[in-house]
């Protein structure tokens, strides 16, 4: 299903997630439970010399530790098919979280894989496949924080915020953790430290679920490893289509762009997009933003920012907390 298959080719990627050690499956040296397995027993003076032999191991549970199962992935994104579909996202990224708490075993069961999930089987993944996996992690958490806590409660101090949005939550971003592969790890640490770092691909910051009406839209579908840049630059193309993520106004020489430009401002400033030599006279995070809108514009609004793009005015419009409920 979805072309998962892809997901388990091996790697030679050095890059891992913080995980507990797990046993390279690949290296020529024998594993622990080998090296018991080939040690040989005393010898019993009781027994004829041709029958001696090691016993054979019982089966136990350090085999499935030192050699996991890559079908557990595959169940997995089975469960996040389920997760994301049409049923209960819109086509505008819009979230029906009322009818996802009332029927919340699919998001149950996801959450209960994640923490299954064995290291060793992530850290097998080629990059495409370890990517999507940490897209659909981090989308699948989001939508248990707002599912925890629906409907949001909103807090006196919190006033500056719309009543239902995801700050009125305490900590939504880093106090609240979530168990995968057995460990800790906050909205926060998967988006920066698991994706954005390592990857450093800005489309990122436009797939992943900011629980706010102003943030990147929910994909109705999962994020797949054998579709995956189809599916980024579809996510980029329909965020700078709507009216919160960019509009043009060619009589002032002015454009408008979500914060979303702003709060990933590292991964623009680290990425391809900041050392193309184009729009030079611009400060370093507003040619890279500009080089990026160029690769993901119509080609009409490219052609006339490549034209006016060290001149053109950058402002942004504010920033939309509501939650991004249907």
């Not at 024998?30 to 041709?50: F, G, H, L, R, Y």
């Not at 914060?259 to 006279?281: G, H, Q």
Request: glycine share 4%.
């Amino acid at each position: 299903m979805w072309g998962v298959s892809v997901l388990f080719a091996q790697t030679g990627d050095p890059s891992v997630e913080a995980s507990p050690p797990a046993a390279d499956v690949s290296d020529d040296r024998p594993s622990p439970v080998d090296a018991i397995a080939d040690t040989p027993s005393p010898a019993d003076p009781n027994q004829p010399a041709e029958s001696q032999s090691a016993a054979p191991k019982p089966e136990d549970e350090t085999d499935n530790l030192m050699f996991p199962d890559s079908q557990d992935m595959v169940e997995l994104f089975e469960l996040f098919g389920r997760l994301f579909t049409d049923q209960l996202i819109s086509e505008t990224g819009m979230v029906d979280y009322a009818t996802l708490r009332r029927k919340r075993i699919d998001l149950i069961q996801a959450t209960a894989q994640l923490e299954k999930i064995h290291p060793a089987v992530v850290m097998s993944l080629e990059p495409k496949a370890r990517m999507a996996f940490w897209i659909n992690t981090y989308n699948t958490c989001a939508l248990k924080l707002v599912i925890d806590n629906y409907p949001i409660q909103p807090k006196w101090y919190m006033f500056l915020y719309p009543a239902n949005s995801v700050m009125q939550i305490p900590g939504a971003w880093d106090k609240v953790f979530f168990r995968i592969m057995g460990l800790e790890y906050n909205l926060k640490e998967i988006r920066n430290n698991l994706l954005l770092d390592r990857f450093q691909d800005p489309r990122i910051c436009f797939v992943l679920n900011d629980i706010a009406r102003g943030g990147a839209m929910v994909r109705n579908e999962p994020i797949l490893p054998d579709r995956l840049d189809e599916q980024l630059n579809d996510q980029v193309r329909r965020f700078l289509k709507s009216s919160h993520g960019f509009r043009l106004d060619t009589a002032t020489k002015t454009i408008h762009l979500s914060n979303v430009f702003v709060m990933n401002k590292n991964v623009f400033l680290t990425s391809e997009y900041a050392e193309i030599l184009r729009f030079r006279t611009r400060k370093s995070d507003e040619r890279a933003w500009l080089n990026f809108l160029l690769s993901h514009l119509p080609e009409q609004d490219a052609a006339w920012l490549e034209a006016n793009g060290n001149d053109v005015v950058i402002r942004f419009i504010e920033f939309d907390w509501q939650l991004n409920e249907k």
